[in-house]
C-alpha cells in the first residue's frame, strides 16, 4: 500500500515532499522494534516505562525507512520523517487506514466500565451466534471467532492488533464483534479510529488508580466516557451513580436499563435457582409499554441480571429474534465468572475473577444468598498497584467470610508474604478465620480440604487466567486445573 495512503487524514510535518510520499510502497507498520523489517513504517510510541523513540536506530537497522515521532529527533538522511503531535492517536489512524477500515464493514459493540465488561462481551457471543449473527470477541480471555482462539497482552489490545483482528474477522465472514473497552484502551488512544455501532456501559467504581494507570478517579470516569463520543448508541445501566455523567457526556442516542429506577428496560420478580453445576437467576423484564417477559439465566445474582439486561438491550437494538437470544442467553456461561466446578459433591466450589474489593463483595454478597454453612474464601492482591485495593479486599472478606486463605495473585516483583500481610491488617476484630497460604497451589488444596457439607469455597482473583505475574514475566498457572487436581486427591484419600 502506497504511504499517502496509509497517512491519508494524518496531520504532520515531513521532511519529504508529497510526490515522494505518494511513491513509497510500505508492506507494514510496526511500533515495536524487534518486530521491524524493510518496508515497514516504524512508529516511536512513548510508554510506561518504554519509549519508542530510543529504539529507532535499531529498527533502521532492521531495514525501517519510514519514521512517525512525536519528537523532532534527527533521523538518518535516507529516513522519512512524519513529525506528528501524538503518535499514538497516529497508529490508530494508520492500522486503520492500512487495513482498510474493516470496523466500517461489521457490526461492533464496545463494552465498558469496571465490571461486566468479560461477561457481557462472551455473553454477546454465545447469544448471537444463536441468533444467527456469526460473531467474534476481543477481550480479556483473548481473542476468539469461528474456530481461531487468540490471546490478548491487554483487555483492549493495541489499534493495530485491533485493526488487524478486525480485517481478519471480515475476511472470515463474521458480521460483529464484541470488544471489552478498558479505560487504558481510551486513555491510551487504541479505539479512536474504531467505527462502533453500540457501546455499552455496565458500572464504575475506583480502580486502575496509581501511578501507572489512572491519577484520580474522575481520570478514570472521563476516560471511559469517551466510549460514548465514539458510537451511534450506548446503552446504559441506569441504576449505576455514575450513570448521569455518561449519559451527559455522550455524543449518541441512549436506551437505559435497570433493576431499580425506571427505565427503557426493567427486571422485576427475581428469584434465585440452583443446579448441579451452576447458580443462576429468574425474572421479568418489561420495556416501556409492553408485556413483561419472564425469561432466566444460568449465573447468580444481581450482577448477572444487569449484564444480562444489556444483552437484551443490545439484541433489541440489532432486531434480532427475540425467542433465540432468549433461548441462548438462559443457557450461556463464561469461563471463570461466577464458574461452579462440580468437584466435591458435598460442597460447592465457586472460581471467579473478582480482584477488587467492589467485585468481591459483589460475589460474596451474591452467593451469601444462596446460604451457605461457611463461605471460605481464598484471594490475594497484585504486585505494583495501589496498596488500596489490598484494603478494600480485605475489608470485604474480614466482613463477609467465615474463613479467608490469603495467598499469592500475581506478585510482580513484590514479595507476596508483604501483600498478604497488608491483607491481614484488615482482619482486626474480624469473625473470620485467616489462614496465610504464599503457594496458591497450595492455598487451594487447604481451601477443598477444611470445607465441609454445605460449605462454599470461592475461589478468586485468577478465574480464566492461566499464569501469574512475576517479577515482570507470565509464569504458566492454571486455577481450575489446581482446583480439580486438588478435589481428586482429597476424594481419593476420603475413600
Known sequence: MKLSRIIEGLEYISNAKLDTLDEVE?????YDSRLASENQIFVAIEGETVDGHDYIDKAYERGCRVFVVNRNIKLPEDSVKLLVSCSRSALSKMSNNFFDRPSEKIKVIGVTGTKGKTTISNYLKSVLDESGMNTGVIG???????DYEGKTVNTTPESYEIHKTIRKMVDAGVECVAMEVSSGGLMMQRVNDVNFDIGIYTNLSPDHIGPKEHPTFEDYRYCKSQLFKLCKYGIINLDDENSDYMIENADCEIKTFSIEKESDLKATN????RS???????FDYIEKGETPIHTSISSPGEFSIYNALAVISTCECLDLDKEKYLGA?????????????PVLPYATVVVDYAHNGMSLENV???????KPNRMICLFGSVGGRTAIRRKELGEVAAELCDVSILTTDNPDDEDPMQIINDIAECFHNSKSEVIKIVDRAEAIQKALEIATDGDMVVIAGKGHEKYQYVNGERVFYDEKGEVINAAARILKKNN
Open 26 to 30: 510500505i508492506e507494514g507498520i510496526a
Open 140 to 146: 480479556t480471555n483473548g481473542i476468539f471467532y469461528n
Open 270 to 273: 427475581i428469584t434465585l435457582t
Open 276 to 282: 448441579e453445576d451452576s447458580l443462576g437467576a429468574e
Open 329 to 341: 442467553l438462559s443457557k450461556a456461561k463464561v469461563d471463570g465468572r461466577v464458574e461452579v466446578l
Open 364 to 370: 460474596l454478597k451474591t452467593l451469601l444468598q444462596y
